[in-house]
């Protein structure tokens, strides 16, 4: 599902240097989103149907299901929301405050998963390795 909120924020980027992953959910994949996807991103589109296909048990490689994903929902819902914009604004301001720091240690901490990943050729993690 591609909403306003989304294309709203992707009009304050250049997209021509986003990536854009998504999981292979069907609901998720229908015809219209990919070609929308494919369209707007081109070979930067992660996703079961696009250019660069979404590698598979790939929740101990992937940034946004080990880390962002958790860390956005617990800022974001810390405090009752009370409206749709109160969630939406809550959502902008906690991903507008990720520093580059932190995204620098979720990338080191990526290098070191798919390290693990490589030298145990493939088996999944045995227990989450993420420092902050």
């Not at 048990?57 to 956005?72: A, E, H, K, Q």
């Amino acid at each position: 599902m591609i909403n306003n909120f989304f294309i709203i924020e992707l009009n304050n980027h250049d997209v021509q240097e986003l990536w854009f992953q998504q999981d292979g959910a069907t609901c998720h994949t229908a015809r219209a989103t990919i070609d929308l996807l494919k369209d707007t991103f081109g070979d930067r589109l992660i996703s079961r149907f696009g250019p660069v296909n979404w590698p598979p048990r790939s929740c101990d490689l992937t940034p946004l299901d080990y880390f962002l994903w958790g860390y956005v929902k617990s800022l974001v819902y810390a405090d009752k929301l009370q409206t749709l914009d109160h969630l939406e604004d809550n959502i902008r301001h906690v991903i507008a405050d990720i520093r580059p720091q932190m995204l620098e240690k979720v990338i080191e901490n990526w290098t070191s998963r798919l390290d693990y990943i490589r030298a145990s050729r493939g088996s999944p993690m045995p227990e989450i390795i993420f420092k902050m």
